[in-house]
Structures are given as structure tokens and as C-alpha cells.
């Protein structure tokens, strides 16, 4: 083939490339489970404090999951010291049993954490996430969630600030 088609084509994907409004991405792999003591602990970069942002949790799992939902318990630390803890449910599969996400052998989840978010006091950001998931009629927690492959977060720059 004509080498300017491959020129093409690699331009075209850069410029494509940046369009995204993802600022941010980080994962931490897990042993393929999560333990329910372990925090997985993720330190923001400083943002413009003009600017909103999205932020998701992205996890991937395989096949050994054995839940369809998953609950999370994720906290904000503040650079002030101020601490802001959310308990979330996310739904992980279909009714039927098929597995939300994308990809194949491991299943990938971006899963929606804060929208709007200014981040407006100076200095670093902590974010701490935890699984909190139960088996039924069960009080303790799952000591190891199985099938857990990566936990990561994701920072966007919101659409109301692209507009």
C-alpha cells in the first residue's frame, strides 16, 4: 500500500487521540480478588479549580465474579482534612446473567462516581475506595471478592465545561 495511506491513518489517529476530555487515568491490578480489609488508594493530581470534572471508578473482572451487583464504599479526602464517604451499588450484569462492560475474557466497567465536581480547595485529593459486598442473609463481609482483576479511577473534564 501507498505510504501516504499510513500517514494518513497515523494522523488520523492522533487527532482523534486528543480529542478526549479524559484528563486523568489510574488502575491498581488485584490478585484476581479483592480483600475487604484492603483500601485501594488513589492520590489526585492538582486540577484547575475553575473547571468541573467527572470522575468514575473503572473495574475489571472476570468470569470468576460471582455477584451480578457490586458495592462499593469510597471516600474523598479533602486537602483540608475534610472527609466525604459515599456508599454505591453498581449492577455488574444483566438480568440474564451476561456481563456488563467490555471485552472479552476480562470484563472492563466505567462506573459513574461524581459529576460536576470542582475541585476548589488547594492541594492533593485522596481517594479511597473499599468493596463492601454481602453474601445473602450473611452480616460479614466477603473476604475475598474473587474475580476483582484491576481498580482504577478516571478523571473527565465535564461536558458543561466543553460547551
Not at 470534572?53 to 460471582?66: A, C, E, K, V
Not at 473527565?156 to 466543553?162: A, D, G, L
Amino acid at each position: 500500500m501507498d505510504k501516504r495511506f499510513f500517514i494518513i491513518v497515523f494522523f488520523g489517529l492522533v487527532i482523534t487521540s486528543c480529542d478526549s476530555n479524559q484528563i486523568h487515568s489510574e488502575f491498581k491490578s488485584m490478585p484476581n480478588h479483592w480483600p475487604i480489609e484492603q483500601s485501594v488508594e488513589f492520590q489526585l493530581p492538582e486540577f484547575d479549580s475553575l473547571k468541573k470534572y467527572n470522575l468514575f471508578f473503572n473495574i475489571r473482572n472476570t468470569n470468576d465474579y460471582n455477584f451480578n451487583n457490586l458495592f462499593l464504599i469510597a471516600s474523598m479526602n479533602f486537602p483540608n482534612g475534610k472527609v466525604v464517604i459515599d456508599t454505591l451499588e453498581y449492577q455488574m450484569a444483566n438480568p440474564n446473567g451476561t456481563w456488563l462492560g467490555s471485552g472479552n475474557r476480562v470484563k472492563e466497567n466505567k462506573l459513574w462516581y461524581k459529576e460536576n465536581v470542582q475541585f476548589i480547595e488547594e492541594g492533593i485529593y485522596i481517594l479511597k475506595i473499599r468493596q463492601a459486598m454481602r453474601n445473602n442473609a450473611s452480616v460479614a463481609g466477603v473476604k475475598n471478592l474473587e474475580g476483582i482483576t484491576d481498580v482504577g479511577v478516571i478523571v473527565e473534564i465535564s461536558q458543561v465545561e466543553r460547551q
